[in-house]
């Protein structure tokens, strides 16, 4: 309480009285956390974008899902139309990423691809999140016998190598985005579940559900209000990382010739269409499609990995 | 240990089953019979056909002959080639994907396994850096692109690498270095992270208490336990790689499983890729069982936690 700039020595008997005062008690403030409380997901978001990697990350994938919403409406070319005149050319001012074989403009084919794999990644892994947290949920849940069989049958699926049944699906069905969608998530679904089910059996033994079942709680609202709030890092993480082999898998598919038909693009067409093009020096052709692939799956796996390490609620500090 | 065999094994019965099924339901609910092309229009010739591959059998019984062509190992003719059988097609083609694979699956262990090791031995270092750069450039580039970029640049623009074919072991670098690098990024990253968790364990102070030399406390010590992991994902990751030669055998040109596979979708020859897939599908569930066996063996745990029941 002394004020720095009038310091000097006293001698006791000239201490006035009027220099002390009653502390003024401030009012109800003593017991308040000075620091506003951190929620979870705050916690989270701070720790992730401590993360530059997987802030880099999730920038590109904003731009990336910025140009496939508006990369194809921006460009003055169609996706599908051909122009033979111009065919086989190098990136130029006209044309950013070079033409195709048939003219086609390669910088509008290429968010058009970004848009497929997005929306290929994208609806895939929230089927599989849904079916997941279902199936998951309810297994992990109810446990016992009904668990006991219920993972009898994942174990039997998650035996089968996926992407044959996939191709197998693909070949009966006819290549279609639905098709993929579909055959992607009949056996996508299973490492869900079983992500979902190992949370909720470990978060159900813990007091703070056991107090919300002795005050009454029904079971839709403990599993809606207790357990799968606290099974989200998880989750969302698995989600992250369901993407990127989502894409892979429309990619490949497309380039074995069961994706998209042409003359609509997808990645994996517009890699498979290069292949014969590439010893004759078209490297515009391979190089695009190939890059935005690869960056998007690396984007997707930065960001997982930055997830993961921001939701794990043991590394939190 | 007998007891969890024979439960793996039912379930892997139970897996192919499943399969095979889903294949025969696949192949009935194909609109149109494989004989609609123009060169059998002959009804008497399309009925004796069709009795030849027993297709005016009832359902059931037609399910039956295709369980038993399973279990006998006959998948029958090539619908589109009627001199080859699918046999012969598996024969042909299958040791060369399997080469292939198995090489592959040798390197991307070997060099995963270093690579993460030393990353974890150099935690924060350099290497740690470099390795875990390269670990998730390698998941990200899919293996096909790989492909691609290396025929183009090392085998067209630098000529040092034959760009196709699998005719000798200088052929067969390129397409195992486009296979492998995915699996071998995997491989680095889990065994660096299993490691980290190793090196802090009381049992490694001892061992470096004892005074033992540094290479044998990480051989010996350390990476029996580090590989746990590893050998978890090692039979989903052969049925990743060994699927992936499809891809990769296209590219090169490699006459494995993969261009007879393709070449069956693209003729839309469906006793063939029901055949592959069926035969292949097998294999690979045959290879996860091998897998969960050597790991029950390795990991006396295994037991306690599946009663348990949580995984």
């Not at chain 1, 506003?36 to 997901?41: A, C, E, V």
């Not at chain 1, 390669?106 to 079916?131: H, P």
């Not at chain 1, 990127?244 to 497309?254: K, N, T």
């Not at chain 2, 350390?222 to 090692?234: E, G, K, Q, S």
């Amino acid at each position: 309480m002394t004020n720095s700039t009038t310091t000097k020595i006293v001698s006791p008997q000239n201490v006035k009285d009027e220099w002390f005062r009653p502390k003024q008690k401030e009012q109800g403030r003593a017991e308040s956390v000075v620091r506003p409380s951190l929620s979870y997901w705050k916690d989270a978001w701070r720790r992730l974008r401590k993360n530059k990697l997987a802030m880099v990350g999730l920038a590109f994938l904003i731009f990336l899902l910025f140009m496939a919403i508006f990369g194809p409406i921006l460009s003055p070319y169609s996706v599908t139309a051909t122009d033979y005149p111009n065919q086989n050319k190098a990136p130029s001012l006209a044309h950013w990423f070079g033409t195709d074989e048939a003219g086609r403009d390669v910088f509008t084919r290429t968010w058009y691809g970004a848009r497929i794999s997005l929306f290929v990644g994208v609806m895939a892994a929230l089927i599989d999140f849904f079916i997941g947290i279902v199936y998951g949920g309810f297994s992990g849940y109810k446990g016992g016998r009904t668990d006991a069989i219920m993972m009898r049958i994942i174990e039997v699926l998650y035996g089968l190598p996926h992407l044959l049944v996939v191709i197998l699906l693909m070949v009966v069905m006819g290549p279609s985005l639905t098709t993929i969608i579909v055959a992607l998530t009949v056996t996508g679904w299973v490492g869900m579940a079983r992500i979902v089910r190992g949370q909720v059996l470990q978060i159900k033994n813990y007091e703070f559900v056991t107090a919300s079942k002795s005050f009454g709680a029904k079971t839709s609202r403990i599993i809606g209000k207790n357990l799968l709030p606290n099974t989200m890092g998880p989750i969302i993480v698995q989600m992250t990382l369901t993407v990127p082999g989502a894409i892979f898998a429309e990619a490949f598919l497309s380039f074995l010739g069961l994706g998209v038909a042409a003359p609509f693009a997808s990645w994996g067409v517009m890699t498979n269409d290069a292949l014969p093009v590439i010893l004759s020096g078209h490297w515009w052709r391979l190089f695009f499609p190939a890059f935005f692939i690869s960056l998007t799956m690396f984007a997707f796996n930065v960001l997982g990995d930055g997830l993961q390490d921001a939701l794990d609620p043991k590394l939190r500090r | 240990m007998a007891k969890y065999i024979i439960k793996r094994f039912f379930m892997m019965i139970a897996t192919i089953l499943i399969i095979a099924t889903l294949t025969f339901a696949l192949m009935h609910t194909i609109p149109g019979s494989p004989f609609d092309d123009e060169r059998t229009s002959n009804p008497t010739i399309q009925a004796n056909l069709e009795k030849f591959y027993k297709l005016d059998e009832p359902m059931h019984i037609q399910y039956l002959y295709y369980l038993k062509s399973i279990v006998t190992f006959d998948f029958g003719p090539s619908i589109k080639k009627p001199n080859e059988s699918v046999n012969e097609l598996l024969a042909r083609g299958f040791p060369i994907s399997f080469e292939l694979g198995m090489v592959t699956i040798l390197v991307a262990l070997l060099s995963g396994v270093t690579l993460g090791t030393f990353a974890a031995l150099r935690h924060n270092g350099i290497i740690d850096y470099t390795a875990m750069t390269f670990a998730v450039v390698g998941i990200s580039v899919p293996n096909f692109v790989l492909a691609t970029l290396l025929i183009q640049q090392i085998a067209v623009n630098l000529e040092w690498l034959p760009p196709a074919t699998w005719s000798s072991p200088l052929h067969m670098i390129l397409p195992t270095l486009a296979l492998a690098t995915g699996p071998t990024a995997i491989i680095a990253r889990l065994t660096r992270s299993s490691m980290l968790e190793v090196l802090t364990q009381d049992y490694i102070k001892m061992a470096r208490a004892k005074g033992l030399s540094p290479v044998r406390i990480v051989v010996r010590h350390a990476l029996r336990n580090a590989l746990m992991p590893v050998v978890t994902i090692m039979g989903t990751m052969l049925a990743g790689i060994l699927t992936g030669t499809f891809v990769i055998e296209r590219i090169f040109a490699i006459p494995g499983m993969g261009k007879y596979f393709v070449e069956s979708i693209n003729n839309r020859d469906y006793p063939v890729i029901m055949g592959s897939t069926v035969f292949y599908s097998a294999f690979l569930v045959f290879m996860l069982f091998l897998v969960d066996i050597v790991y029950g063996f390795l990991d006396p745990r295994i037991k306690l936690h599946r009663k348990e029941g949580d995984a």
